[in-house]
């Protein structure tokens, strides 16, 4: 079992995973039977996508490659280090990750309400988690990056008005992807989680957002 952090951060990099969060729960937080950490995993940027590119799932054809993938990974990097794997897919019932997220003190909610993390933005991306038996040190939270965000522009990026920060019209969203002015959004990833200035820095290929713009739309 690993003893800190930084070992399962290290570790998780080999597998181009990163360690988005972390946090102890508590009663009602929706944790396995004596877990006393768990720690979040998300893509290792840059350079995730050309990775996962290689992959088997990605090159046989099937459906959700990405989810299976992240299932393969996650499941032998727990069974190497004797943790438990848990999963944001394959329910119901599904493991709480975006209230996970927030516990972890490095993701909030935005102005728009989607989530936001302090160094993928609001491209963040949640692979799996590991459940473990033992309290590992953590640090404190962190503030949210909004309340620095000045500009905050997110607010003003979607070019169909869908999210603004009074809602979602996820008809709006869907009815503009199908337009020609819908294919920026659909090749190069959400306009609004591209506005975000940390989304901007964080290194994800536009093939993976087109990737994800295209699940989300079928």
Request: hydrophobic letters at 35%.
């Amino acid at each position: 079992m690993p003893s800190s952090l930084s070992e399962i951060h290290s570790l998780a990099q080999e597998q181009m995973l990163d360690v988005v969060g972390a946090f102890h729960p508590g009663p009602g937080d929706g944790a396995p039977d004596n877990c006393e950490t768990i720690v979040l995993l998300g893509p290792h940027e840059p350079g995730f996508w050309n990775y996962f590119r290689t992959a088997a799932e990605f090159c046989d054809g099937r459906k959700d490659p990405l989810d299976r993938w992240s299932e393969r990974m996650i499941r032998d990097f727990a069974a190497d280090i004797g943790v438990l794997p848990i999963f944001p897919f394959g329910g119901p019932p599904y493991a709480p990750f975006i209230a996970w997220a927030k516990l972890s003190g490095r993701s909030w909610n935005s102005p728009v309400g989607l989530l936001v993390h302090d160094e993928a933005g609001l491209l963040v991306s949640f692979r799996g988690a590991l459940a473990i038996a033992g309290k590992l040190h953590l640090e404190s939270p962190k503030d949210s990056v909004c309340l620095t965000c000045h500009d905050q522009p997110c607010l003003t990026a979607c070019p169909a008005s869908a999210l603004n920060g009074t809602g979602y019209d996820l008809n709006a969203c869907h009815s503009y992807l199908d337009t020609g002015a819908g294919q920026d959004c659909m090749q190069s990833g959400c306009a609004v989680r591209r506005s975000c200035p940390i989304s901007r820095d964080y290194g994800r290929d536009t093939a993976q957002s087109a990737f994800h713009m295209k699940a989300f739309h079928q």
